[in-house]
């Protein structure tokens, strides 16, 4: 039986990330908020503000870093990329898949937060690693969708387009393949993705 949760843990110095399990392999589910304010209806609004602080930190030091729009656009789908300034390409920028919400979780140690972005194959990732598989298209959305990049009947722009809904998503964490290292990989972004557009989302 799936079992809703709001719950995943970042292990500690921007290491992989690590959704909480109850030591079985029955599907879980997590949320991922497309922005502070959407995730403030669920949880307290300062645990949201320092939530989204923290994954886009960590979406700038571990996001996968293409040469080109056309790599990260194979990888992600169409429209799904942006140029980030890079200090260290001599091409002075990568294209870098933007952010498209995050995930909040507790330990006892503490609250952490995990950067969310999709890719064309219907996962969504954080870092270099698939974290989860994204819910079919809802009926009453395909109308509005815009198409893109698709498999198993998913559309990339239609998913990149839920950072505006207001509404968070639910995703599936179990029977994903856990540390797949996503695409052609170039170190590390620097930045995140526009706020409150189909290629980010807002921190407000």
């Known amino acids: 039986m799936k079992r809703s949760r709001t719950v995943a843990a970042l292990l500690l110095g921007g290491v992989s990330p690590l959704l ?100 064309r194959q219907g996962f969504a990732r954080s870092g270099a690693d698939r974290i989860g598989q994204l819910p079919p298209r809802r009926e009453d959305d395909r109308g509005s969708g815009s198409s893109g990049g698709s498999a198993g009947g998913t559309s990339s722009a239609y998913y990149r387009g839920w950072a505006n809904s207001g509404r968070p998503m639910t995703i599936t964490t179990a029977g994903t393949t856990a540390g797949t290292t996503a695409g052609s990989t170039a170190g590390r972004s620097a930045g995140f993705g526009s706020t409150g557009s189909a290629r980010g989302f807002s921190g407000s």
Do not use: I, N, W
């Open 20 to 119: 909480v399990s109850c030591g079985d392999d029955a599907p879980e589910e997590a949320k991922v908020y497309p922005s502070v304010e959407v995730c403030a209806r669920d949880l307290p609004a300062e645990d949201c503000t320092r939530a989204f602080a923290a994954a886009a930190d960590a979406h700038r030091q571990d996001v996968p870093r293409f040469a080109s729009l056309d790599a990260c656009e194979a990888e992600m789908g169409e429209g799904a990329c942006q140029r980030q300034a890079d200090g260290r390409s001599l091409l002075g920028g990568v294209f870098v898949p933007a952010m498209v919400g995050f995930m909040v979780g507790r330990s006892l140690s503490g609250s952490f937060a995990q950067p969310v972005y999709f890719d």
